[in-house]
Antibody
Framework: EVQLVESGGGLVQAGGSRRLSCAAS????????MGWVRQAPGKGLEYVST????????YYADSVKGRFTISRDNSKNTVFLQMNSLRADDTAIYYC??????????????WGQGTLVTVSS | DIQMTQSPSTLSASVGDRVTITCRAS??????LAWYQQKPGQAPKLLIY???NLEGGVPSRFSGSGSGTDFTLTISSLQPDDFATYYC????????FGQGTKVEIK
């Protein structure tokens, strides 16, 4: 069974940093691209970032480009999201997600339960 | 960037109703579209990919259609478990979600 467990959320001051982690199990992690999707309180889903199987190719939404960095450690089955220069509008639940098939395009067949990041101004 | 527009934003319906949700892309995305269902307090769940392919375990009352810029999600006979918010997502160029359609009890 696929499991994605996020951690690292919490309360952070505006301008601060936070590193989210997502521990994966139940599948061959190194074969799947991964991503992060966020949801502000009471709002819709926002596609934040994705990373290829090798970690070489990455994508960022314009809203986080230059502030967030996605990375992965295939030896530890973990994907990370380093968030710097946080703003109040970064407050959201951050979901870790796995693309549906190896080598597949960036839509997500499995999701974690999310971790809440609250940025106080 | 590709923009996705869903309609309606909210839909009131009764159990047994046929429900249709529309998603429009700002440019052609071929058939690279997914639909998700999200219930309060839960992560999204993939329902349909490649515009019309049902994910495993998803009831057959759900169906998707469309290509290019216009897509629809149809629930043939709404069940109590289907009251939720639905999102489309294009993955022709990275990814963009629609703003969501909340299906509520009439």
């Amino acid at each position: 069974e696929v499991q994605l467990v996020e951690s690292g959320g919490g309360l952070v001051q505006a301008g601060g940093s936070r590193r989210l982690s997502c521990a994966a199990s139940g599948f061959t992690f190194k074969n799947y691209a991964m991503g992060w999707v966020r949801q502000a309180p009471g709002k819709g889903l926002e596609y934040v970032s994705t990373i290829s199987v090798s970690g070489i190719e990455t994508y960022y939404a314009d809203s986080v480009k230059g502030r967030f960095t996605i990375s992965r450690d295939n030896s530890k089955n973990t994907v990370f999201l380093q968030m710097n220069s946080l703003r109040a509008d970064d407050t959201a639940i951050y979901y870790c997600a796995k693309v549906r098939i190896p080598g597949g395009k960036d839509y997500f067949g499995s999701w974690g339960q999310g971790t809440l990041v609250t940025v106080s101004s | 960037d590709i923009q996705m527009t869903q309609s309606p934003s909210t839909l009131s319906a009764s159990v047994g109703d046929r429900v249709t949700i529309t998603c429009r892309a700002s440019q052609s995305i071929s058939g690279w579209l997914a639909w998700y269902q999200q219930k309060p307090g839960q992560a999204p769940k993939l329902l349909i990919y490649r515009a019309s392919n049902l994910e495993g375990g998803v009831p057959s009352r759900f169906s998707g259609s469309g290509s290019g810029t216009d897509f629809t999600l149809t629930i043939s006979s709404l069940q109590p478990d289907d009251f939720a918010t639905y999102y489309c997502q294009q993955y022709h160029s990275h990814g963009t979600f629609g703003q969501g359609t909340k299906v509520e009890i009439k």
